[in-house]
């Protein structure tokens, strides 16, 4: 050992020694882009005081003797004009004097404060200016100089012991002073070489080695200039602004959504968690923060966030927190569909072993998954097949698209609720879960937290009442894009209300006749030709356009010989069609190849295959073939695109035919729609039944097709007389 110890000493010298170097270096990654945010916002604060006359400081500023007159004749019209002047400039005018600006200062101080506070920062490629360019470069070194800060984190444990032991130790590590060590100090020095010697034999401290010095080479990057920095937001948006928020300060309302308004004693405790982030490649939003915080510490809960807002995200860094702590076990539950999105959100963002427990290798994956631990990925309807009692359960349980088990009659609820219930953290996750009626929400919460779900009394489980959101709020946390995402573009919506032309009248007609429903949604579109159906020949104008600008459509419908139809009529470049029969695997392959492809194209999809599951910001047009029985099954589709990430304004066509089907499935859809907001979102509900947002049964069909079928062939005759005579 004595032989070893002064290279001992002196390697672990040399490895705190590039630590400190490293740290100095980086000591204030985060300076250049605070000050670029403080400088937009400071000025985007000053242009709306700008907007706002002296007149309006009378009320507010108290004391006598303001002079309002000398004011003006200086110079100042505004509240702007004061903040920025200074007061020392203010005071210095002549006739203004010292009383004005004491009895002013205060008051409008304050004003700009509160103003600075509702200011939040948005990017756009379309209108580049010098501040939000300096904000990119600031935020770009802000996230380089954090990687390179990634040594000093990952390895806190290893250079703190080292400090530990490097003192005492090098008593013993020279010739000349070990013969002065005697008694307790020899021991405690010999101890501490001993120490060292192990720790600096560990492999982990040679990866320290490694990467201090890699990082030391890099101290000074080549930061792309400012068309190169615009073209990397456009590539990541979603990190350019999560990366503000951690130099930043939210807006006051945005933190209150962002908190999904739970009530004060849960935000304390879930704002008092420190969220470790090992294992993660990713930065998280300020509200993504506080879901996974909120799941952690609630043990059990629902994460309901609206579409687009990165709830695989959040379970990430859920798991994270977790694995920390010392969670081996983690299965994530989820429909087959999602199950390759799971599989690439993993591997793309994390450091996590998954393991796919389905399909015909499920069961050698599920004993090394049983022995060795990770994140296993499994369906619900696997999941049932999966032998638990000649195992350990998982401590940590995700079910994705919980929905799916909202009825407890169910084997593959009974299969979630057998591990759920003994599993130390459970999330299920789920845009929608407050769609059902009042008995299946309760049933998801029961899984998770029996005492919540039992308080949920008739009076108190009125959903979207304040009662019930108080009585939720342990286990349901939701947040809206609307609250959270303001710098999402915006969503553009559009019916386009057609008139049925000869071929599609002769098909509707017939359909409406034999009082085949399904047949009735899909006559708009079977004739095939643009002369014979006045939706294709829409479809195509918007198609048309979009090629013209360069943008990407796609376009939904529920039934597949429709999506075939326009499939056949679309100029190419056309993929899909997307649908049920087409593996998970596959859908995520096609999408992909969709988004990569350079220019306009059109993706075709079914309603239900592309509208879980599936990422597809890449389109900014959106196009639904006929209405959906469920505002959730539109809106979810509509979400894949319009979510985080999207860098244009998203256009939603809904492809309408008048006096026909649709007029009746769109009353049932508003309606529908009005009472899912009224319960999904925190408002007070007004008068809505325990079935407002269940789906379409068959005695809703029955009632459409009779209320058509009363419409007699003459009266149809007589409307599309009506419709030749104004055209």
Known sequence: MNGDSGKILARAKAVLRDAARLEQATHSPAGEAKAAADGLVTEAALRRLDAMPLEELKPLARGEGIRWAALESNGFRSVGDLQRAGWAAVDAKPGVGEQTVRALRGVVTSIFDEVRQTISIAFDPEARTKAHTALLAGLWTFEFQQGLRTPLLRHVDLRTRLETEVRPAAGIARFWTRWFLWGDRRREAEEAMDQLAGLTGDPAFA??????????????????????LWEDFAKRPSV??????????????????????????????????????????????????????????????????????????????????????????????????VLANWEHEIARFSDFTTLRLHGPDREPAFQNWSRNGGIGLTTYDTLRTLDFASTRLPGIVIADEAHYVKNPATKRAQALSAIAGPADRVLFMTGTPMENRREEFKALVGYLQPGTAGSLGETVALPGSRAFRERVAPVYLRRNQADVLHELPERIEVEDWLDL???????????????????????????????????????LDIVEEAREEGLKVVVFSFFRDVLEVIRAALPDPVFGPLTGSVSASNRFELVKEFSACQGPAVLVSQIQAGGVGLNIQAASIVVIAEPQWKPSTEEQAIARCHRMGQLRRVQVHRLLTRHSVDERMVEILRRKAREFDEIARPSVIKDTSSSATAAHNETEVNEVVEALQRKTEAEIIRLEQERLAVS
């Open 207 to 228: 990866l320290l080695e490694e990467e201090l010095r890699s990082a030391l080479r890099g101290l000074k990057p080549h930061r792309p200039d400012e068309t190169g």
């Open 501 to 539: 032309g000869t071929g599609d009248g002769a098909l509707y007609r017939q359909a409406v006749a034999s009082g085949n429903f399904m047949a009735m949604r899909r006559a708009a579109i079977l004739p095939g030709k643009p002369e014979e159906s006045s939706k294709l020949a829409r479809l």
């Open 240 to 337: 350019y602004y999560a990366l503000l928020e951690q130099v930043h300060a939210q807006p006051k309302d945005d933190a209150a959504a962002a908190r999904g308004f739970v009530p004060a004693e849960i935000v304390e405790a879930v704002e008092n968690l420190e969220l470790r982030r090992d294992g993660l490649h990713l930065s998280l939003r300020a509200y993504q923060v506080f879901g996974a915080k909120f799941a952690v510490v609630q043990r059990k809960t629902i994460l309901g966030d609206e579409m687009g807002l990165g709830k695989t995200i959040q379970a990430l860094a859920f798991i994270a927190h977790l694995k920390t702590t010392g969670a081996s076990h983690i299965l994530v539950v989820c429909p087959a569909c």
